[in-house]
């Protein structure tokens, strides 16, 4: 049972920031895309920011200029960092791991989820 375990979630007042940081066994880690989700109550899950293991991002417009992603191969960990939040940011937030060591196998690791409160 690959887990995903993610800490850094709470209640911030609107402008604030938090880190959200997902570890991940180190075997599922080295060749994954890492990414992080969210979904908002009441909708549906969204890309937030992924990354790749070589390091290349892709980051939400909604999100663009105001969150980072990084990873930290030595400590198996993927972090999100969130400035400037505000109120529609509120979701729970889920770490993803895209694993695909060959070409015809791909599966998904998710974290448990954290919440991520933001009041105006």
């Known amino acids: 049972q690959v887990q995903l375990v993610e800490s850094g979630g709470g209640l911030v007042q609107a402008g604030g920031s938090l880190r959200l940081s997902c570890a991940a066994p180190g075997s599922i880690f080295s060749i994954s895309t890492m990414g992080w989700y969210r979904q908002p109550p009441g909708k549906q899950r969204e890309l937030v920011a992924a990354?790749?293991?070589?390091?290349?991002?892709n980051v939400a417009d909604s999100v663009k200029g105001r969150f980072t992603i990084s990873r930290d191969s030595a400590k198996n960990t993927v972090y999100l960092q969130m400035n400037s939040l505000k109120p529609e940011d509120t979701a729970v937030y889920y770490c993803n791991a895209n694993y695909r060591p060959t070409w015809d196998f791909r599966r998904d690791y998710w974290g448990q989820g954290t919440q991520v409160t933001v009041s105006s």
């Open positions: 990354i790749s293991s070589g390091g290349s991002t």
